[in-house]
Structures are given as structure tokens and as C-alpha cells.
């Protein structure tokens, strides 16, 4: 019987990464490593242009799901492993909530961005490109009733929408970098005091 060929997710590769990472790292420099990660796929994202080739994307988004994965993984394990016996479950729960909130607020920040960017094009192109035909150029069904010779504007109205949320994303990643160094060390120091 054939063996069945299973693809797996960058962001499972970064999971299960983990645990062998802990044997040799300590929590704060897998989670640095997640960072590092998400950092490179913006910085590719940012350097990239209208017509970056599509396997620079595919290396960008496989950098990214690998730090999420590992990133994840490593500050649930965290949160567990620094919480009191009794307060895993709340701790666990509450650590979950977190993430899902934030990811709602960065999203509508993302959209705020882009619409923001959608809307300059728009008046930049003195009524001959619309909302609505940004709307339609996101979809391969409808691209196809779009102006032909609108459609460079356009991806590069969308683009520029794109290239200030990757810039946002990078900007905050540098700062979580910045705040992971500044934990593991401020970990250490308190490690130190109690020794």
C-alpha cells in the first residue's frame, strides 16, 4: 500500500519546534527566535514590490507561519509553566483571550490601514478608479470586468495598502523583540537576587 505524502504547515514545523528547542534554549530566546522569524518575513514583505515573484512570497509566509507557530506554542507553554498549579486553567484561558483580542484589534488597525490607503488612491485617481473596483480586483471571478488599462494603477493602489500594514507589522515586531530582551533579562536579574 502507497504512503500517503502529508504537507505540513510552516506553522506546524514552528510548533512542534518547541519542544526540541527547549532542551538547548531558554523560553525567552525560543520565543526571540519566533520574533526574529516574523521579523524577516515583514522585512521581505516591506522590500517587495508590485511585481515581487511569487516563491519570494511563498519564503516571506513560510518565515511567518514558522514564527507563529513557534511564537504560540512557546508563550502558552509560558504562561502554564509560571502560573500556580491551581491557576493553570484560568491562567491558560485568560492567556487565550489575549491573543484572540489582540488579534481582532490588529486586524481592524490592518483594515483601518488599508481602507486609508484604498481611499488616497482613490481620490489620487481623480474618479477613474472607485471602491468598488478595488473591491472586484481582489476577486479572480470579477478581475476579468475590470478596465484593462486601470488594472497597474490599481494593483498598485492595493499594494501600497499592503506595504503600510507590512511596515506596521515590522515596526511591531521590533518592538516585541525589544520587550522580549528587555523580560529576559529583567528574569534573570530577579533569578540572581533569589540565588
Not at 142 to 167: D, E, F, K
Request: hydrophobic fraction near 50%; aromatic fraction near 8%.
Amino acid at each position: 500500500m502507497p504512503r500517503k505524502f502529508r504537507v505540513r504547515s510552516p506553522t506546524f514545523f514552528g510548533s512542534e519546534s518547541v519542544a526540541p528547542l527547549r532542551r538547548y534554549l531558554s523560553p525567552h530566546r525560543v520565543i526571540g527566535l519566533g520574533i526574529i522569524t516574523l521579523t524577516l518575513a515583514f522585512v521581505l514583505m516591506v522590500l517587495m514590490g508590485v511585481h515581487a515573484p511569487y516563491w519570494l512570497i511563498l519564503v516571506a509566509g513560510a518565515f511567518e507561519g514558522f514564527g507563529n507557530g513557534a511564537c504560540f506554542n512557546e508563550l502558552q507553554v509560558k504562561v502554564q509553566q509560571d502560573a500556580e498549579r491551581q491557576d493553570v486553567p484560568a491562567a491558560t484561558s485568560f492567556s487565550y483571550l489575549i491573543r484572540m483580542l489582540s488579534q481582532t484589534f490588529t486586524a481592524a488597525i490592518y483594515g483601518i490601514i488599508m481602507n486609508a490607503a484604498l481611499r488616497a488612491g482613490v481620490v489620487h485617481s481623480g474618479g477613474c478608479i472607485t471602491m468598488a473596483m478595488l473591491n472586484k480586483l481582489s476577486d479572480a471571478a470579477s478581475v476579468g470586468s475590470l478596465p484593462q488599462h486601470l488594472l497597474p494603477a490599481m494593483r498598485i493602489i492595493l499594494h501600497h495598502g499592503l506595504h503600510n500594514i507590512m511596515i506596521v507589522a515590522l515596526v511591531l515586531m521590533l518592538v516585541s523583540l525589544v520587550i522580549n530582551v528587555f523580560a529576559e533579562h529583567r528574569e534573570r536579574h530577579q533569578a540572581a537576587i533569589h540565588i
